[in-house]
């Protein structure tokens, strides 16, 4: 997308933000969101240039949907794991800091997918390095690299290769 584009891409971003925060689409509501986009764009030029990494296509925005629901099944999966552990009298635990390796070059898709490991229970993003991430992982299945990756990394970094690049 030209650079040219950007402010418009923000704005947009930025006015469907609101829209989703205020639940509605009264004329009224647009009218103040249209207000409050065009000034963060025009009062803050480039200093949020980390919204407008997401690519707005089709396949983007078909991967967005997509990753939601991945997120939510692994959130509950986790959740229902880690009670099992929690529950049990031995406390089955393997508690390591594992390498993992990411493809995302966006830091907006790292901070999602560091964000993402972190929101799900058993999981700690502890470090960002180069194309590695550090995590804390509460029963280690494996601590080779990149085994580890497609454990942890691999469902969420599909959906985000597509979203970010």
Do not use: C
């Not at 490991?117 to 590695?132: F, H």
């Amino acid at each position: 997308m030209p650079r040219t584009m950007e402010p418009l891409k923000l704005f947009g971003m930025l006015l469907v933000f609101w829209v989703f925060l205020n639940g509605s689409i009264a004329l009224s509501t647009l009218a103040v969101g249209v207000i409050v986009a065009a000034a963060i764009v025009l009062f803050f030029p480039g200093t949020l240039s980390f919204l407008s990494g997401h690519r707005l296509t089709a396949d983007a925005l078909i991967a967005t949907v997509l990753y939601v629901g991945y997120f939510l099944k692994e959130l509950v999966k986790a959740n229902l794991q880690l009670a099992r552990i929690v529950l049990s009298p031995s406390l089955p635990i393997n508690p390591a800091i594992v390498r993992v390796r990411t493809k995302l070059t966006n830091p907006v898709g790292r901070l999602l997918l560091a964000n993402s490991i972190t929101l799900t229970p058993g999981t700690l993003s502890v470090e960002i390095k180069g194309d590695s991430l550090y995590i804390h992982w509460v029963d280690a299945k494996t601590t080779d690299t990149e085994a580890a990756t497609q454990e942890i990394v691999a469902g969420f970094e599909k959906y985000l290769e597509v979203m970010y690049g």
